[in-house]
T-cell receptor, first 112, second 115 residues
């Protein structure tokens, strides 16, 4: 069964530090990888997508992908209290339905 | 630009009553459409997805149904709600180009409480 695994947290990080969120997935044949941010009571918002091995940077966010290890991570530099949210890892397993499978999310708490 | 509309934002319904949630997408054609449910403190559960008008695939057998009467309209329904149907219902759309999925865009959600 195709799965996406995340540590549920909460992960507490001091303001200004780097927050590191990790995700593993079960299927080697995966093409597209995503990180979503979900504030309490709100819908998920796509913040990063990555398709090839290596790092992808966007502002304070860096997504890292290692397909051989089936591992994807999200780094948040200079963490702010507004980064406190649940972060969902999501993977598109290559099949004709093109569905995205979501992890259960990691709760991140930035300590002022 | 593409936008997705979902309503109502909140809903309180008695057990046994019917349900109809609507979702529409603007600014794109032939999107893939999805209905998810998120129970309190739980992950996202895919309920239905659709790749075209009248084409509905169900992920979880239950008393819910979905329909896609128009290209950019997706409706979630129930004839008789159960207490276990309470949750946060999310509609989403996606665009696929080649072998890459460019991610889902979610609507603002409907918080359903069945009492």
């Amino acid at each position: 069964q195709k799965e996406v695994e995340q540590n549920s947290g909460p992960l507490s990080v001091p303001e200004g530090a780097i927050a590191s969120l990790n995700c593993t997935y079960s299927d080697r044949v995966s093409q597209s990888f995503f990180w979503y941010r979900q504030y309490s009571g709100k819908s998920p918002e796509l913040i990063m997508s990555i398709y090839s091995n290596g790092d992808k940077e966007d502002g304070r966010f860096t997504a890292q992908l290692n397909k051989a290890s089936q591992y994807v991570s999200l780094l948040i530099r200079d963490s702010q209290p507004s980064d406190s949210a649940t972060y969902l890892c999501a993977v598109n397993f290559f099949n004709r339905d093109d569905k995205i499978i979501f992890g259960k999310g990691t709760r991140l708490h930035i300590l002022p | 630009s593409q936008t997705i509309h979902q309503w109502p934002a909140t809903l309180v319904q008695p057990v046994g009553s019917p349900l109809s949630l609507e979702c529409t997408v603007e600014g794109t054609s032939n999107p893939n459409l999805y209905w998810y449910r998120q129970a309190a403190g739980r992950g996202l559960q895919l309920l239905f997805y659709s790749v075209g008008i009248g084409q509905i695939s169900s992920e979880v057998p239950q008393n819910l149904s979905a329909s896609r009467p128009q290209d950019r309209q997706f409706i979630l329904s129930s004839k008789k709600l159960l207490l276990s149907d309470s949750g946060f219902y999310l509609c989403a759309w996606s665009e696929i180009r080649g072998i890459y999925n460019y991610g889902y865009t979610f609507g603002s959600g409907t918080r359903l409480t069945v009492v």
